[in-house]
């Protein structure tokens, strides 16, 4: 199974970026793949943020965070990032990204492995994660 590794978390202000990135180990080529970012927060379920097709052909985002994120793919550097802009203390919690796949029509997911708007989900083992802390 693919490992993904997550990095650019950290501390910022309320109003701060940040730029997340996720790149595969073992070789791995992420091109081909569709690729989600998942969150998850103390005491809450993990959610999907934010989802990208092969080549970006369709992205999906949670409503909280459409306007201020940004998910996108560079092939070259095998690498999908998560830019984050005007983050809020809400947007603070261990970042995850995953593979995605379409799920059966018949399936009943957890929400809390579904891209958002979206029939998509990660169906496996999650990587370490990325804090991101946005606190004053």
């Known amino acids: 199974q693919v490992q993904l590794v997550e990095s650019g978390g950290g501390s910022v202000h309320p109003g701060g970026s940040l730029r997340l990135s996720c790149e595969a180990s073992f070789g791995f080529t992420l091109e081909h793949e569709a690729i989600g970012w998942f969150r998850r927060a103390p005491g809450k379920e993990r959610e999907g943020v934010a989802c990208?097709?092969?080549?970006?052909?369709?992205?999906a985002y949670l409503d909280s965070v459409k306007g201020r994120f940004t998910i996108s793919r560079d092939d070259a550097k095998n690498t999908v990032y998560l830019q984050m802009n005007s983050l809020k203390a809400d947007d603070a919690a261990v970042y995850y990204c995953?593979?995605?796949?379409?799920?059966?029509?018949?399936?009943?997911?957890?929400?809390?492995?579904?891209?958002?708007?979206?029939?998509?989900?990660?169906?496996?083992?999650w990587g370490q994660g990325t804090q991101v802390t946005v606190s004053s």
């Open positions: 995953a593979t995605v796949r379409p799920l059966p029509p018949s399936s009943d997911p957890s929400p809390s492995i579904m891209c958002p708007d979206t029939f998509w989900a990660h169906e496996g083992s």
């Open positions: 990208t097709t092969p080549s970006s052909t369709r992205t």
